[in-house]
Each structure stands twice: as structure tokens, then as C-alpha cells.
């Protein structure tokens, strides 16, 4: 019923930007929050940065002053600025979003996820 696509991964090196995008679409009534996750090989997944549908975000100290989560509730759809990128950064990245779908259920969708590269 739900969908989230992210795109906008791919292979930068140290200090390059990325702007990682997530399309929701399906049956969703309302969105309450969207985050964005990674997981790196034999890692926990971990949060990165989250926003609510008013607008307040959270971010993870490691990315703090270099990440920036935005939506546009508009479409449906949430972005990651990703600047000054380290070989840490490197990862999975998965979209979250917290929702109602038009059955008026609470759910937790995700996407498939995108690749993050930065060679050390």
C-alpha cells in the first residue's frame, strides 16, 4: 500500500556533497515524521536525521553541521544534504517514514535503500 524510493547515492570522494532524495506514495493518509538511516557492513543501523510534519528536525552528532534533512509535504518527500562527506559516512542509507495510511493505521514504511561511498 506504501512505497518509499530513495535515489541519489553514488561514489564521491572525501568532502564532496550528495543530495539524497525519498519519494512515500501509495495509500497514505498523513505523514508524521521521515528520517534517514544507514547501516554500514557489520554495523547497527543508525539514525541520521529525522523531521516531524512540523518541520523539526534531529540529527545524529557525527553529522551534526554537515547533514540537513528537509521535506516537502507537498510531494511526499524528504532529502538529505549531505556536505563535507567522510569515508565514515559510507553506508547504506534507508528512508523511514512514520505514517497513516488512508485505513487509518499507523505503520513504519521503509525504502530499499541507496549506496553512499567516499574512499578513505
Known amino acids: 500500500q506504501v512505497q518509499l524510493v530513495e535515489s541519489g547515492g553514488g561514489l564521491v570522494q572525501a568532502g564532496a556533497s550528495l543530495r539524497l532524495s525519498c519519494v512515500a506514495s501509495g495509500s497514505i493518509f498523513r505523514i508524521n515524521a521521515m528520517g534517514w538511516y544507514r547501516q554500514a557492513p557489520g554495523k547497527q543501523r543508525e539514525l541520521v536525521a529525522s523531521i516531524t510534519s512540523g518541520g523539526s528536525t534531529n540529527y545524529a552528532d557525527s553529522v551534526k553541521g554537515r547533514f540537513s534533512i528537509s521535506r516537502d509535504n507537498t510531494k511526499n518527500t524528504a532529502y538529505l544534504q549531505m556536505n563535507s562527506l567522510k569515508p565514515e559516512d559510507t553506508a547504506i542509507y534507508y528512508c523511514?517514514?512514520?505514517?497513516?495510511?488512508?485505513?487509518?493505521?499507523?505503520?513504519?514504511?521503509w525504502g530499499q535503500g541507496t549506496q553512499v561511498t567516499v574512499p578513505s
Open positions: 523511514n517514514a512514520n505514517l497513516i495510511s488512508s485505513w487509518f493505521s499507523t505503520l513504519d514504511s
